[in-house]
């Protein structure tokens, strides 16, 4: 399993250890037809959120954000809104004036299709200030340029799980 950390600024020290003893919230992923293709458990420990996922992708690079809204309509998830930005901030890690924090680092899926990887984010919470509960996590078709604004230039959206 492939483990990202994301941290903004991109060079920021943080230790991982867990908040307190609250289950894992587990969502299911699907695909533009409404099919079950993959698993998310959110976990919130100290100073953010552990994403862990296990998604069957088509292969490459695909940009994946935390939505607004916890709506997954198929076949093109409109209803997760824009992407989750509490702070008002641009798109992107790369922007100059800071970035959403429903920004996460793009999935690189191998051949098979199937990724098992875990992201962290510390501008993301289960609970209180920047809650996520209510959100989606969606994964879009193309990778995410870091810097594009609204969306990273990162194409359709192919796969959402609503956090509830």
């Not at 003893?21 to 919130?44: C, H, Q, R, V, Y």
């Not at 996922?53 to 940009?63: C, F, Q, R, S, V």
């Not at 098979?112 to 959100?135: P, V």
């Amino acid at each position: 399993m492939r483990k990202f950390f994301y941290f903004a600024p991109l060079f920021a020290t943080l230790a991982i250890t867990p908040a307190n003893s609250a289950e894992p919230l587990s969502t299911d992923f699907i695909n533009s037809k409404g099919e079950t293709i993959g698993k998310a458990t959110l976990k919130e420990i100290h100073n953010g959120t552990l994403i862990s996922l296990d998604i069957k992708l088509p292969e490459g690079a695909h940009a994946i954000h935390i939505h607004e809204t916890s709506k997954c309509d198929a076949p093109d998830f409109k209803t997760a809104g824009n992407h989750f930005n509490p702070t008002k901030k641009k798109h992107g890690v790369a922007s100059k004036e800071g970035f959403h924090a429903g920004d996460l680092p793009n999935l690189y899926v191998e051949p098979s299709g199937h990724i098992k990887t875990e992201i962290f984010s510390y501008s993301l919470n289960l609970e209180g200030k920047h809650s996520i509960h209510n959100a989606a996590i969606i994964i879009h078709e193309k990778a995410d340029d870091y810097n594009s604004d609204p969306s990273g230039n990162a194409g359709a959206r192919i796969a959402c799980a609503a956090i509830k």
